[in-house]
C-alpha cells in the first residue's frame, strides 16, 4: 500500500510538471504572437509617418511660394502645415513608445536562458538579463576608444554567443545589435573622418559586431542593428559631457522571427 502511495505521489508530480510546462510554452507562443503583431502595427505606422511628413513637406512648399508672391491663401496653408506638424509629433511619440516596448526584451527558454547565463559568467566584457533576454558588451573591453574594430580579444567572445544563437535552441530567434556611446562628443579629428558622431560610432560599432557573427555563420536574415548613440543612457553621465562607462555598451536583443 505505502508503495502505490509513493507511486501515486511521484505520478502526480511528473503531471504537475508536465502542466506547468504547457502553461509556460503556451505563454511564451502568444507572447510570440503578441510581439509580431506590434511588430507589424509598427511598420504600417512608419508608413503612414513618412506619408505625413511628405504631404506635410509639399504644403511647405506651397506656403514658402505663396508668401514670396503674395498669396491670399496663406493663413489657411499655414493652418494646414501646423496640424500636420502636429500630427507628425504624435505619430512618431506613438512609434518611438512602440518600439520602446517591442525592444524592451522577453524572457527566453529555460534552456537557452540557462546557455547564455553560463556565458556571460564566463566572460568579464558580458552581462545577461535573464528577465529580458538581453545581452550586453561594455564597449570599453569591445573596441579601443572611438573605433569600431572590435578589438581581437573580443571577437572570441562573439563568437561564443553565435554558437549560443547557432544551436537548436537559439536558431528559434532573431537578432537585434544595438551600439550606445556615452555623451562624450567626437573630438580627434582622424575619428571623426569615419565617425562624425556618436550616432555614427554606435552605428558603425554594431555593424562591427554584426560583421564578425554573420562570418561566424549567424543567417545575415536573423540580424538587424540599431545606433542610438548617446540617447538612451542606462545611468547618468558625469557633468559637462564627461561620459560614464556603463552608457558605452553594445546591446545584443534575441527576439522572436521576425523581429
Not at 5 to 20: E, G, K, Q, T
Not at 138 to 152: E, P, T
Amino acid at each position: 500500500m505505502q508503495i502505490i502511495r509513493v507511486s501515486l505521489f511521484f505520478l502526480l508530480c511528473a503531471c504537475f510538471i508536465a502542466l506547468a510546462g504547457c502553461v509556460s510554452e503556451q505563454q511564451y507562443k502568444e507572447l510570440q504572437v503578441q510581439n509580431r503583431t506590434q511588430a507589424e502595427q509598427i511598420k504600417a505606422l512608419s508608413s503612414k509617418l513618412d506619408d505625413m511628413r511628405l504631404k506635410r513637406d509639399q504644403l511647405q512648399r506651397q506656403l514658402d511660394y505663396i508668401r514670396s508672391s503674395g498669396g491670399i491663401e496663406e493663413q489657411a496653408l499655414r493652418e494646414k502645415v501646423a496640424a500636420l506638424e502636429k500630427a507628425v509629433r504624435d505619430k512618431q511619440i506613438l512609434v518611438d513608445r512602440m518600439q520602446k516596448q517591442l525592444l524592451g526584451g522577453i524572457s527566453l527558454p529555460p534552456e537557452l536562458s540557462t546557455m547564455l547565463e553560463d556565458f556571460a559568467n564566463q566572460h568579464e566584457m558580458v552581462t545577461y538579463d535573464p528577465g529580458s533576454g538581453i545581452v550586453k558588451f561594455k564597449s570599453d573591453l569591445l573596441f579601443q576608444v572611438g573605433s569600431d574594430v572590435v578589438a581581437a580579444g573580443a571577437v572570441e567572445a562573439v563568437k561564443a554567443l553565435c554558437t549560443i544563437l547557432n544551436s537548436a535552441q537559439g536558431k528559434e530567434f532573431d537578432v537585434i545589435i544595438a551600439g550606445h556611446t556615452d555623451d562624450i562628443p567626437i573630438g580627434r579629428p582622424e575619428t571623426l573622418k569615419k565617425h562624425p558622431t556618436n550616432w555614427h560610432l554606435s552605428a558603425h560599432r554594431a555593424i562591427s559586431v554584426l560583421n564578425v557573427m554573420t562570418g561566424a555563420q549567424v543567417d545575415p536574415k536573423r540580424t538587424s542593428v540599431r545606433g542610438f548613440g548617446e540617447y538612451r543612457p542606462i545611468a547618468p553621465n558625469k557633468p559637462n559631457k564627461q561620459g560614464n562607462a556603463q552608457n558605452r555598451r553594445v546591446e545584443i536583443y534575441i527576439v522572436p522571427k521576425g523581429m
